[in-house]
């Protein structure tokens, strides 16, 4: 009996779903866990995924909430009728203090079953990690976002302050329609607030479990991307010269390559390095907090340098993505071109990268056209107290002994198009994730168990604060 006992549970353990939770989860919990396999499990990706099918589904759990038609706007673009998103409001007692807006990007980066362990549409629980497209970047923030809307309603909960939600399309395909410009643009009004809780805070683990820093995202740089291209008359490949495009192209790259943008400091990131050196303690800290007091210093640049991430919150930086050139294997290339995506600093422009670009390569056969129009260049929000204090109070809650660094983030948010019509935007804490970024973008995307179900928590609280 013991035997069939022992069999009937193998077959009833291989029976359960992979995605089954690994704990036991409180109602609550449950019904939040639901909600985030949902949206990770609905494709939004540009290419065979549907922003505007998961919208729907949000749309229908905020009715069922007790959200009425008049508090749920729904927009969309005839030519982009797959890219739509929503907006859904909290009315606030006051009359006079601004809203808070929530804003989250419900799309995805493409996801190729062939190349994952997993099926990326698929949220799995396993070893103390939701692995799935998205569970990372950022959907794990747009469902605490969803059910902290959900809660309130639910709960009769009558904020002092308005409270929105913006969940758009379209943030990680620059050539997409993009649902936070097309509302900044055309719909200022619906999501006009104070300031704005977005992507890009959280906080970093040791890898290990153990979160060792929180940070508050306060700016970003701006994406733009430049084409570098050489031309040729070409000919016969039997006569080869070294006048040659594809040449030309690899020698400007190398340039390029070699090319280190100044160092520039903003008063988030000299923030920044001084908290998140004194709290490493080690080394690589100590070169942290000597470069937030003296920029010039060569020898803690060196340092630093050897960190990616540290080297690209330092400075503007412009690397080659995608290349072109040739039009048949038996003849001398007429055209060899460069994708050079740059992530620029804060007050910097793009004709400026483009000059020095140009400088960098020094050679007039050469032509360098900035491709693409993202948006604005990135406005820094403040360090702003009413903002960024109850935030640090709050953490001692949660992760006490943790501390906050004010953070800027190397890569680009939605966050330009609200901060360019004059809403400051800010990543909040409560989220983290590992030293290895989680597959963000890239394979087997994963995000911490612990580290949802505390950020949810924590995102909640914080967002009663805000609005009371």
């Given amino acids: 009996m013991q035997h069939f006992r022992r069999m009937a549970a193998s077959m ?48 229908a ?34 009359k006079t203090v601004k809203p808070l807006l929530l804003l989250g990007h419900i799309d995805v ?15 799995v629980e396993e070893n103390g990690y939701f692995y799935g497209r998205g569970t990372q970047d950022m959907k794990a923030m747009d469902a605490i976002w969803i059910d902290s809307m959900i809660r309130f309603k639910q709960a009769g909960y009558q904020p002092k302050r308005t409270i929105k ?46 979160i060792v820093i929180a940070n508050m995202h306060v700016g970003e740089k701006s994406a733009v991307n430049y084409r570098i291209e050489a031309t040729n008359p070409g000919g016969h490949s039997s006569a ?23 160092v520039q400091m903003s008063d988030t990131t000299r923030a920044y390095f001084r908290i ?37 919150m330092l400075r503007t930086t412009c690397v080659a993505t995608l290349l072109d050139g040739g039009h048949a294997n038996n003849a001398l290339p007429q055209r060899a071109a460069a994708n050079v995506n740059c992530r620029i600093f804060p007050g910097v422009s793009a004709g400026q ?57 190397t890569g680009a948010t939605d966050g330009i198009f609200l901060e360019a019509i004059g809403i400051p935007v800010y990543g909040p804490p409560g989220l983290y994730g590992d030293p290895d970024g989680n597959g963000t973008h890239g394979l087997n995307e994963r995000a911490i168990v ?10 909640y609280d914080l967002i009663r604060i805000y609005a009371d």
């Avoid at 993009?178 to 040791?206: C, M, Q, T, V, Y």
């Avoid at 303690?281 to 020898?299: E, F, K, Q, V």
């Avoid at 179900?453 to 995102?459: V, W």
Wanted: hydrophobic fraction near 40%.
């Fill in 12 to 59: 009833l353990a291989l029976a359960l779903p992979l995605s089954a939770p690994a704990q036991q989860l409180r109602p609550d919990q449950a019904s939040f866990r639901a909600l985030y396999q949902e949206l990770v499990e609905t494709d939004t990706s540009v290419t065979t995924g549907s922003c505007t099918a998961l919208a729907d589904k949000v749309a």
């Fill in 61 to 94: 759990r905020l009715k069922a909430a007790g959200y009425a038609d008049g508090q749920i706007t729904r927009f969309a673009t005839p030519d982009h009728p797959r890219e739509g998103g929503l907006v859904v409001v909290l009315p606030g007692t006051s």
């Fill in 109 to 123: 980066v493409a996801a190729k079953r062939e190349d994952w362990t997993r099926d990326p549409y698929k949220m």
């Fill in 165 to 210: 939600l913006a969940l758009t399309c379209g943030e990680e395909t620059s050539t997409a329609f993009n649902g936070a410009r097309w509302l900044a643009k055309n719909r200022p009004d619906l999501i006009a607030a104070e300031f704005a809780l977005n992507e890009g805070g959280g906080g970093r683990s040791d890898g290990k479990g153990r």
């Fill in 240 to 262: 080869p010269v070294r006048d040659n495009a594809i040449y030309e192209l690899a020698d400007a790259l190398v340039k390029l390559r070699a090319y280190d943008f100044p």
């Fill in 276 to 312: 998140a050196g004194k709290a490493r303690g080690d080394d690589l800290g100590n070169a942290m907090m000597a470069i937030s007091a003296n920029p010039a210093d060569t020898a803690a640049e060196a340092k630093l340098n050897a960190d990616k991430s540290y080297h690209s």
């Fill in 353 to 409: 990268v483009r000059d020095t670009i140009e400088q960098v390569i020094a050679d007039p056969r050469m032509t360098v056209k900035q491709t693409d129009d993202r948006g604005p260049l990135a406005v820094p929000p403040p360090l702003d107290p009413k903002v960024i204090g109850p935030a640090e109070a709050l953490l001692r809650k949660y992760y006490p002994g943790v501390p906050l660094a004010p953070m800027m983030s």
């Fill in 450 to 459: 612990k580290a949802v179900y505390t950020g949810r928590d924590y995102l």
